[in-house]
């Protein structure tokens, strides 16, 4: 069962632009949620993570925005740039399953100069 | 935020043999899981690891398969046993951090094919 689910798959955006992924989760129970960041041949890097008492957190250009009724959670990327050009994951966590993350299945971005 | 040390980096490992990788840590930490990753997909635990128990694993997960070693806090590893193509994969170990954003921490991952 595929508890995160993550849109687009792919996405391309021109240099300056604001890139915007989503997730939606299912379990009412997760009460953390991350964004990571994986460039090739290197492991996940956590970008930017939000609890859900919280509607939005920024930090520099990333933004998560959070809405807890609709159990949805989307990462902004204002001005993207080209350095941005990775594979970002969303994932949320059950604190009571023992601390384990469930990932979505992925963005690969793309920002073209 | 914690240091991970992963080895090796890749591998390419003949069908039938065993690969185990190792995940060193630069401090204690109570729990240690590790992930598969396959080329262009997302990632997938395979077993969370605590110092002085046996591991738990996930469904379609067996330790037969896969037996973990945790022998210290800061140190585990993961053996990849009778391997097949299907287990060509990106293997990466990753803890849980402590502070304001319970981040966890990822090795950079053991790059595995299987001929």
């Known amino acids: 069962q595929q508890q995160v689910k993550q849109s687009p798959q792919s996405l391309i955006v021109q240099k300056g632009g604001i890139s915007i992924i989503n997730c939606a989760y299912e379990n009412t129970a997760f009460d953390y949620f991350p964004w990571y960041q994986q460039f090739p041949g290197k492991g996940p890097a956590l970008l930017i993570a939000?609890?859900?008492?919280?509607s939005e957190k920024k930090e520099g250009r990333f933004t998560i925005s959070f809405n807890k009724s609709a159990k949805q959670f989307s990462l902004h990327i204002m001005d993207s740039q080209p350095g941005d050009s990775a594979t970002y994951f969303c994932?949320?966590?059950?604190?009571?399953?023992?601390?384990?993350?469930?990932f979505g299945e992925g963005t690969q971005l793309t920002v073209n100069p | 935020s914690a240091v991970i040390s992963q080895k090796p980096s890749r591998d390419i490992c003949q069908r039938g043999t065993s690969l185990t990788i190792q995940c060193q840590v630069d401090?204690?930490?109570?729990?240690m899981f590790w992930y598969r990753q396959q080329p262009g997909q997302s990632l997938t635990l395979i077993a969370t690891a605590n110092q002085g128990s046996e591991a738990t694993y996930e469904s379609g997960f067996v330790i037969d398969k896969f037996p973990i070693s945790r022998p210290n806090l800061t140190f585990s590893t993961l053996t990849v046993s009778n391997m097949s193509p299907e287990d060509s994969s990106i293997y990466l170990c990753?803890?849980?951090?402590?502070?304001?954003?319970?981040?966890?921490?990822f090795g950079s991952g053991t790059r595995l094919t299987v001929v």
């Open positions: 994932a949320a966590r059950r604190e009571t399953s023992g601390s384990r993350l469930t």
């Open positions: 939000i609890r859900p008492d919280v």
């Open positions: 401090s204690q930490v109570t729990m």
């Open positions: 990753s803890v849980e951090g402590r502070g304001l954003n319970y981040g966890y921490t």
